[in-house]
């Protein structure tokens, strides 16, 4: 049994609401709930938070004991050194997601500060995007 954790950053707590037309209608704790149906070979934890310094303190508390994280550290994704930083200091690889293909809208969000220290990056894919991370643990 894989040990997995999914890490959500900013405004993903609004997934439904949030700009349907790019993050669709589906909640994130609805989605949860399936993934965790499709994936019985995997323990899923999961954890959001808008604030830079709680999704370091999660990183590090995790990332000696988990088998992955899957990280859409959203908007600081393309700002946040600090998180970077944290990723490289851990054991537990990481599997960066977007929701959008984020080389498709502005140019500042072609900048990560996540992918040079992640496993892998998967973007584009919707919701699916987090499938397709967890299998790759698995």
Not at 11 to 36: A, C, I, M, S, W
Not at 63 to 90: E, M, W
């Amino acid at each position: 049994m894989k040990k997995l954790i999914i890490i959500n950053g900013p405004n993903l707590n609004l997934l439904g609401k949030r700009e349907p037309e790019v993050y669709g209608h589906q909640t994130f704790t609805e989605y949860l709930d399936l993934l965790r149906a499709k994936f019985p070979k995997a323990t899923i934890e999961y954890y959001q938070s808008n604030i830079e310094g709680e999704l370091i303190d999660k990183i590090q508390e995790v990332g000696f004991s988990f088998d992955g994280i899957i990280l859409n550290a959203a908007a600081y994704t393309h700002t946040s050194v600090g998180i970077g930083d944290a990723i490289k200091a851990i054991q537990t690889p990481v599997v960066e997601v977007h929701i959008s293909n984020t080389f498709s809208r502005e140019e500042f969000r072609h900048q990560s500060y996540i992918s040079p220290n992640a496993k892998g990056v998967i973007l584009g894919f919707g919701l699916q995007s987090y499938d397709l991370a967890i299998e790759s643990f698995l």
